[in-house]
Nanobody, 124 residues
Framework: QVQLVESGGGLGQPGGSLGLSCAASGSIISIYDMGWYRQAPGKQRELVAIVVSGSTTTYADSVKDRFTISRDNAKNTVYLQMNSLKPEDTALYYC??????????????????WGQGTQVTVSS
């Protein structure tokens, strides 16, 4: 199995910055996509940013030029640096990874995993 531990987030001011990190651990063979999604109250979960294994990144239009996603493959960790925060960035942020991992007595399996969610609130 694979575990994801998110950290960071909290309260930020409009125009300010916050950072998120998500570390994956467990019987990992390889990690493919790593990314962040968010869900605001009353809204559907949406993609914020994703980085594939070759370092290609994709961002939601709403966060382009403000947020930066990066990954450290040696640490199985993905980061999200959020600058120029806006109140509409307020949401529960979820880490996402696509992982190939071993299973005891079984063939390796490729699955998606989600973090527990970390709150980001942007308010003055």
């Amino acid at each position: 199995q694979v575990q994801l531990v998110e950290s960071g987030g909290g309260l930020g001011q409009p125009g300010g910055s916050l950072g998120l990190s998500c570390a994956a651990s467990g019987s990992i063979i390889s990690i493919y996509d790593m990314g962040w999604y968010r869900q605001a109250p009353g809204k559907q979960r949406e993609l914020v940013a994703i980085v594939v294994s070759g370092s290609t990144t994709t961002y939601a239009d709403s966060v382009k030029d403000r947020f930066t996603i990066s990954r450290d493959n040696a640490k199985n960790t993905v980061y999200l640096q959020m600058n120029s925060l806006k109140p509409e960035d307020t949401a529960l942020y979820y880490c996402y990874v696509e992982v190939l991992h071993t299973q005891s007595g079984l063939m390796p399996v490729r699955r998606n995993y989600w973090g527990q969610g970390t709150q980001v609130t942007v308010s003055s």
